[in-house]
């Protein structure tokens, strides 16, 4: 069956300009994270929903940073004003609904490479 | 504050030997420890995972040793092969809502044929 799928693969932008990225999970999974991974490190976490709404958005760096998902199914990040810190690849995962005693597999996509210029 | 630190940062080995990998963490609230696989281009994909309650867990050349006292965790790779070649990373995740994974930084292999 279909994995998580993000779009764009890949988006160059300008600093101060926004851009959204996009992420289409696995059919019925209603656990969905967005992760930013930089040059050689692994990847953090930025914000985790459970169906429509935004249940843990700890991760988030800062109010430049936000994310919906208006349907339980398709999320989209949104950043504002970007600065060249924000280059780096936004991963998306999603899972069957996590429970607090147990671990569902996170499912990745391939990532969206953010170039902010 | 790094929560799981990895080591080493890369790691070369010849084709059929064996490939390790070290992790320590600091937050006893973790209780998931799995270890995920990424090639260039591509999302990471989940390897093998242990759960504290288990010492050692083995899928195949694949090997995860926990010790629980100690808070390190690693993955052996036996009979290494230039297909493994790739970044390894470690994580971990603890009992909450979210369920959110925490990285290591990575492990980048290559394996030489």
């Known amino acids: 069956g279909a994995g998580v799928s993000q779009t764009p693969s890949n988006k160059v932008t300008e600093k101060g300009k926004y851009v959204e990225l996009r992420c289409d999970p696995i059919s019925g999974h209603t656990a969905l994270y967005w992760y930013r991974q930089s040059l050689g490190q692994g990847p953090e976490f930025l914000i985790y929903?459970?169906?429509?709404?935004?249940?843990?958005d700890s991760g988030l760096p800062n109010d430049r940073f936000f994310a919906v998902r208006p349907e339980g199914s398709v999320s989209t990040l949104k950043i504002q004003r970007t600065e060249r810190g924000d280059s780096a690849v936004y991963l998306c995962a999603s899972s069957l609904n996590p429970g607090t005693l147990h671990y569902n597999e996170q499912f990745f996509g391939p990532g969206t490479r953010l170039t902010v210029l | 504050q790094q929560q799981v630190k990895q080591s080493p940062q890369s790691l070369i080995v010849q084709k059929g030997g064996i490939s390790i990998i070290n992790c320590a963490y600091e937050?006893?609230?973790?209780?998931?420890f799995p270890w995920y696989q990424q090639f260039p281009g591509k999302g990471p994909a989940l390897l093998i995972a242990i759960r504290p309650d288990v010492s050692e867990k083995k899928e195949g050349r694949f090997t995860i040793s926990f010790n629980k006292s100690a808070k390190q965790f690693s993955l052996h790779i036996m009979d290494s092969q230039p297909g493994d070649s790739a970044t390894y990373f470690c994580?971990?995740?603890?009992?909450?809502?979210?369920?959110?994974?925490?990285f290591g930084s990575g492990t980048q292999l290559t394996v030489l044929p």
């Open positions: 937050n006893t609230a973790f209780d998931y």
């Open positions: 929903f459970q169906g429509t709404g935004a249940a843990d």
């Open positions: 994580a971990a995740t603890g009992r909450g809502s979210a369920r959110q994974l925490t």
